[in-house]
């Protein structure tokens, strides 16, 4: 799922029914064509993840909650426990699904997953139910096996992590983040006492998205296979300080303040 889709889930979910020509309204502001919010919205329809309650009025579906709720609970494992059993995923899906099967590898790695060889993926995480909801839901149940278990006296090790998951690509990648919202949140009190509400939705919605970008890149893997001095988590938590602060300081006669809600509180 594309960070901008999950943000769209997001504002339709605070929003409870929130009207095509607002999310227009907003994006277009931010460099968005007025198409590509509509054919969003027609794909997370076409998914199954919003209805329309009337023409052009949009609210989520159950399943648009769970799959908005997983990928968010996701964070939440950076406080777990690893209990050394491991999620595996094994893939035989034919050539003729190429399609699927792309579709299936990406959402898994968005889960956390990574491929310890190519139609072998892991997580240390409990994902049995959610792996097999989505080979339903993409078409590919009877191509994929899931199993939970252990590595035998050969445990994974950190090394070993640090390659299949690219930790190296992602710590630079965090590294830029953290160096990012540093510099965006510098200004906020400036462009709070200018009461410049468009100004603080855009600053809002920008370090949302770089949120849900993190959370779809980090594997939130437990302490014991990420490096010593990990960036992700503490740079996880400025961004997300970072967002919630906006939300509580926003003015509340602004139209847009029905989007604002602090995450995880």
């Known amino acids: 799922m594309q960070s901008v889709e999950k943000q769209i889930l997001h504002l339709i979910d605070v929003g409870e029914e929130v009207h095509a020509k607002t999310l227009v309204a907003i994006y277009t502001k931010r460099n968005y064509t007025e198409m590509t919010v509509r054919n969003t919205l027609s794909k997370l329809k076409n998914q199954g993840r919003i209805i329309s309650r009337r023409r052009g009025l949009y609210a989520l579906t159950a399943e648009g909650k769970k799959r908005l709720s997983d990928i968010n609970l996701k964070y939440n494992n950076y406080q777990m426990a690893f209990d050394g059993n491991w999620t595996f995923v094994f893939i035989r899906i034919p050539e003729e699904k190429r399609k699927a099967k792309a579709a299936f590898k990406t959402a898994l790695q968005e889960y956390g997953f990574a491929p310890y060889q190519s139609s072998v993926y892991v997580s240390p995480w409990h994902y049995g139910n959610d792996v097999l909801a989505l080979a339903q839901e993409i078409g590919v149940t009877s191509d994929v096996k899931v199993v939970k278990g252990t590595f035998f006296k050969t445990r994974l090790t950190r090394q070993e992590a640090f390659q299949m998951w690219h930790l190296k690509t ?60 990990w960036i992700g988590q503490k740079t996880l938590q400025l961004l997300i300080t970072g967002y919630n602060s906006i939300a509580e300081i926003f003015p509340k006669q602004s139209p847009y303040a029905k989007f604002m809600t602090p995450m995880f509180t």
């Not at 590294?175 to 510099?183: D, F, G, L, M, V």
């Not at 009190?189 to 980090?218: C, E, K, P, R, W």
Request: hydrophobic share 40%; no cysteine.
């Open 170 to 229: 992602l710590t630079q990648t965090y590294q830029t983040e953290y160096a990012w919202i540093k510099e965006k949140m510098a200004p906020t009190s400036q462009v709070v006492a200018s009461g410049d509400d468009q100004a603080l939705l855009n600053l809002y919605l920008d370090i949302g998205n770089h949120i849900n970008t993190m959370f779809l890149l980090d594997p939130i893997l437990p302490q014991s296979l990420l490096p010593p001095d």
